[in-house]
């Protein structure tokens, strides 16, 4: 049962300014709602009650956003706006949030690290707090990885294909499939060159790992960038564990760029359930001029 989540949600967002000089990243919208809200939703939605949130000096507006108490409460009160209270008050559900300071940016294996006394000896998720994941099925992205390690007892990465001129950007996975999307992985290599890569398959920001990468991340040096590499360390674990990864049955949204940020506001703005018709009506006659 994986019932603790990692969401790393210290960086600057440096792709995004002037937007994100006071404002973290993970708090721009699409649509009406934070992205990070979308990230907590499917977690909470996985099955997830507790979270870390690791975040940097200046982003305690993410504290804020997740309150069970917020500075408006008794205006809402006053004027009878039960729905829209509740609403706020219920923004992380019944699960529980906690928050650590990364205090210097080392990479994502780092802000990764800082979890290992919250998760423990459990096995645990990350999610990237500034990555949606919308899945194609019933099940949310995580779950799908969840439903992959109770079968196989390792740890599992979301993967997806891209295409190959782009293979370059991302970490890629090599391995032999076990199973519908299914792939036991055999090597991780971070950024290859096209003619190089052992596969179109990406890393999806979305993992399940046991205690052990916290072992791992403890071993390796820093790698690309003076950072710790998480997928150094994904690469040190294949020596001492099988580790799998699952190709995901539905779509991941990078909004840490402008342009796909206003891709993805587009796809959930056409998707909404109370305006996305009418939306969808005036984007065709804007397209249209």
């Known amino acids: 049962m994986i019932r603790k989540a990692i969401i790393p949600a210290a960086g600057l967002g440096t792709r995004m300014l002037p937007a994100t000089k006071a404002i973290p990243k993970e ?7 934070p992205v990070i809200q979308y990230v907590v939703e499917e977690a909470i939605e996985s099955g997830i009650t507790e979270i870390l949130i690791v975040i940097s000096r200046n982003k305690t507006a993410l504290q804020d956003h997740f309150a069970k108490s917020f500075p408006n409460e008794d205006f809402y009160e006053q004027k009878g706006k039960t ?31 800082h979890g290992k006394e ?18 194609d ?26 295409p190959l001129e782009n ?18 992985v055999n090597e991780w290599v971070e950024k290859p060159q096209p003619e190089v890569a052992p596969s179109q398959l990406a890393i999806a920001s979305r993992y399940v790992f046991t205690a052990p990468i916290f072992d791992a991340l403890e ?18 674990l294949l020596n001492t564990e099988a580790m799998y990864g699952l190709q995901i049955a539905g779509r991941r949204f990078d909004v840490g760029n402008p342009q796909d940020f206003i891709k993805t506001n587009i796809h959930f703005g056409l998707k909404h359930h109370e305006f996305g018709e009418e939306f969808r009506r005036w984007l065709e006659e804007v397209i249209k001029e």
């Open 219 to 236: 071993k390796i040096g820093r790698g690309v960038n003076n950072e710790l590499q998480l997928t150094d360390a994904m690469k040190l």
């Open 167 to 184: 293979v370059s950007r991302y970490g890629i996975m090599g391995g032999e499939q076990v199973g519908k999307g299914i792939f036991q």
């Open 27 to 33: 708090l721009l919208t699409i649509v009406n709602k």
């Open 83 to 113: 729905e829209v209270l509740n609403a706020l008050k219920g923004i992380s559900g019944d699960c529980e949030i906690e928050y650590i300071e990364q205090h210097e940016l080392n990479g994502l294996g780092d802000a990764i690290h």
């Open 118 to 135: 919250f998760a423990g000896t459990e096995p645990f998720a990350v999610l990237l707090g500034d990555t949606i994941c919308e899945s």
């Open 137 to 162: 099925t019933a099940l949310p992205i995580l779950a799908q990885l969840i439903d992959c390690y109770n079968r196989f007892g390792s740890s599992v990465t979301a993967i997806e294909q891209v």
